[in-house]
């Protein structure tokens, strides 16, 4: 058994059993990925997939134990590679983060240039995919840290530090009818064609749960990639958009307006999710003080002994 079958067993995992993503995202061949997943398996002597027909189909009751224990061993192998490059040249270090794109394009930014003030020598890796379980790139030992608004299955020998509040704004091109409302609602949004992320993601999903209690059914006349793409979209006139209110920024967002509709969608808290082992880890907890000044050093470690 290798650190390396691990660390494809997991990967193999997070991509909900899919080989060929798995060997994409490891930079390896689909075959090497069986391979290895089959040496594992021999080497521990027991199944750790269900199978139909060579397709991997689920776990197996001592496979999610494995799949557990697995991730543990990684997350504790990523921690002893930061404790060795903490004792070499600060230089050398680096603080691997994984969030969404809304984050990482409008806020990462600004609590990068507060953290590199306190750490310069620490280089910084941003990472950005959909919420759903951004917290399991943390668990597998990819990145040091995740944001994210997904926080509902963290296993507990995760810490997750609560943020502050996700709130969400319509945005519009300027003089819009919906710009103008004193009291927006949901029936009035559905009345215009909307620009939608995609339908896998929480924050489309958050949307439609709204728009389902209303009783209302919202019209989607284009879905984009990200943030970026539908306020793009809006900017041509083409709908309108609910997004991240990060992400509407006036100066650089000239042409559109934007008006605060959290009251109207279930609540959410972009929160920081890391290892319970995070104390003494100077250059991560000083990273946590700049996104969420709240979080001192003291208060992450009271939490994380908590």
């Known amino acids: 058994m290798t650190l390396q079958q691990l ?27 069986s391979q290895q997943i089959r040496m594992l398996e021999e080497s521990l002597g027991v199944a750790v997939f269900l199978r139909s027909r060579n397709q991997l189909t689920g776990l197996t009751g001592k496979g999610e134990t494995i799949v557990t224990a697995a991730q543990a061993v990684l997350a504790e192998a990523t921690n002893l590679e930061s404790i060795a490059a903490r004792s070499l040249d600060t230089g050398l270090a680096q603080l691997r983060i994984a969030s969404t794109h809304p984050q990482a394009t409008y806020g990462l930014p600004k609590a990068i240039r507060k953290f590199k003030v306190s750490c310069p020598g620490v280089d910084v890796h941003i990472s950005h995919q959909t919420d759903e379980k951004l917290w399991q790139l943390v668990q597998n030992g990819h990145v040091d840290l995740a944001i994210t ?9 995760l810490l997750v530090l609560m943020c ?25 949004i ?13 924050g489309r999903r958050r949307l439609m749960r709204a728009f389902n209690a209303s009783g209302v059914r919202p019209r989607f006349v284009v879905t984009a ?17 609910i997004v991240p209110s990060i992400v509407h920024d006036p100066k650089r967002d000239a042409g559109l307006g934007a008006v605060d509709v959290t009251p109207l969608l279930e609540p959410s808290v972009t929160s920081i999710v890391v ?27 009271r939490a994380a002994r908590e």
């Open 149 to 157: 608004t997904d926080t509902q299955a963290v296993p507990k020998d």
């Open 275 to 301: 290892r319970r082992n995070v104390s003494g880890m100077n250059h991560i907890e000083l990273f946590i003080q700049a996104f969420a000044p709240a979080w001192t050093r003291d208060e992450v470690r």
């Open 7 to 33: 660390r494809y067993l997991c990967e193999v995992v997070r991509c909900r059993l899919n080989i060929s993503r798995a060997a994409r995202a490891l930079g390896a061949s689909q075959p090497a990925v």
């Open 190 to 202: 559905a009345e215009y064609p909307l620009i939608g992320l995609d339908e896998r993601s929480n």
């Open 164 to 188: 502050y509040p996700m709130k969400r704004s319509l945005v519009a091109r300027k003089g819009h009818a919906l710009l103008r409302k004193r009291r927006l609602t949901l029936h009035d």
């Open 225 to 241: 990639a990200d943030e970026v793409v539908a306020k793009a979209c809006v900017e041509e006139g083409l709908g309108v958009a």
